[in-house]
């Protein structure tokens, strides 16, 4: 017997309870890839603008402020997919 909740791959069929998640996650994915997008036009406006200033003199200099805005990038996005989660979500409702 099969439970009406599973997915079966013979007949394609999703149950309740998958289309729950499967509706979350294509919500957080879009989420993550708005914000993926927002940390790196933030990043790069923050990078150009340090260049224009001419704020970093040294190579070495200047690449520790990549390596700095790289590691923002990486920690920054997966948090703010949360918040874009949650504001699609409120939009969707």
């Known amino acids: 017997m099969r ?3 599973s997915f079966s791959i013979r007949d394609g069929t999703i149950g309740k309870g998958d289309k729950m998640f499967l509706e ?3 919500v957080y994915v879009q989420g ?3 914000s993926i ?7 790069s406006l923050w990078m ?3 260049a224009v200033r001419k704020l970093d003199k040294t ?3 200047r690449q520790a ?4 805005t790289l590691m923002i990038a990486v920690m920054t996005a997966p948090i ?3 918040a874009y989660m949650a504001i699609l979500l409120m939009m969707k409702s």
């Open 37 to 43: 997008v927002t940390v790196f036009i933030v990043g």
């Open 80 to 82: 703010l997919s949360f």
């Open 24 to 26: 979350i996650f294509a």
């Open 3 to 5: 439970n009406s909740r």
């Open 65 to 68: 402020i990549l390596y700095e």
């Open 48 to 50: 150009v603008w340090r």
């Open 32 to 34: 993550l890839i708005l």
């Open 59 to 61: 190579v070495k200099a």
